[in-house]
């Protein structure tokens, strides 16, 4: 079971302020075990938020995008000329994205009926 931080420090706090275990099991209810792994884990710092930085890309998305509308058409070898790598990155890059395959701009429908001229012999 997964405790959020805000509980860790309360159950932490209040056993440091004097309050006996056994007290401690019937307000959170924690072992010592967990008492002192998560005193630990709060004094060496283990629970500070870390700052998730993206890592620098050959090929930065928000530029990518905008090629991508200004030259909907562009080819993959086009691009990867511009942003100086492979077809394939590029193609994982779009795929991140959700940019796709160009599609048909009408749509075509399945077992269309034929034209009765086309299938009699004249």
Same mark, same amino acid.
């Given at each position: 079971?997964?405790?959020?931080?805000?509980?860790?420090?309360?159950?932490?706090?209040?056993?440091?302020?004097?309050?006996?275990?056994?007290?401690?099991?019937?307000?959170?209810?924690?072992?010592?075990?967990?008492?002192?792994?998560?005193?630990?884990?709060?004094?060496?710092?283990?629970?500070?938020?870390?700052?998730?930085?993206? $890592?620098?890309?050959? &090929?930065? =998305? /928000?530029?990518?995008?905008?090629?991508?509308?200004?030259? *909907?058409?562009?080819?993959?070898?086009?691009?990867?000329?511009?942003?100086?790598?492979?077809?394939?990155?590029?193609?994982?890059?779009?795929?991140?994205?959700?940019?796709?395959?160009?599609? $048909?701009?009408?749509? &075509?429908? =399945? /077992?269309?009926?034929?034209?009765?001229?086309?299938?009699? *012999?004249?």
């Amino acid at each position: 079971m997964a405790y959020s931080m805000d509980f860790r420090r309360r159950a932490v706090e209040y056993k440091q302020e004097g309050h006996t275990f056994e007290q401690l099991q019937e307000a959170f209810g924690i072992p010592p075990e967990t008492y002192y792994q998560w005193k630990r884990n709060i004094e060496n710092g283990y629970y500070d938020t870390v700052i998730k930085r993206e $890592r620098k890309r050959k &090929i930065d =998305k /928000n530029k990518l995008k905008r090629e991508v509308a200004e030259k *909907p058409d562009a080819f993959l070898r086009e691009l990867a000329e511009k942003f100086g790598c492979t077809e394939s990155a590029i193609f994982y890059a779009l795929k991140k994205l959700n940019i796709t395959l160009k599609k $048909r701009p009408l749509p &075509i429908l =399945k /077992n269309q009926k034929r034209n009765v001229r086309t299938i009699l *012999p004249r």
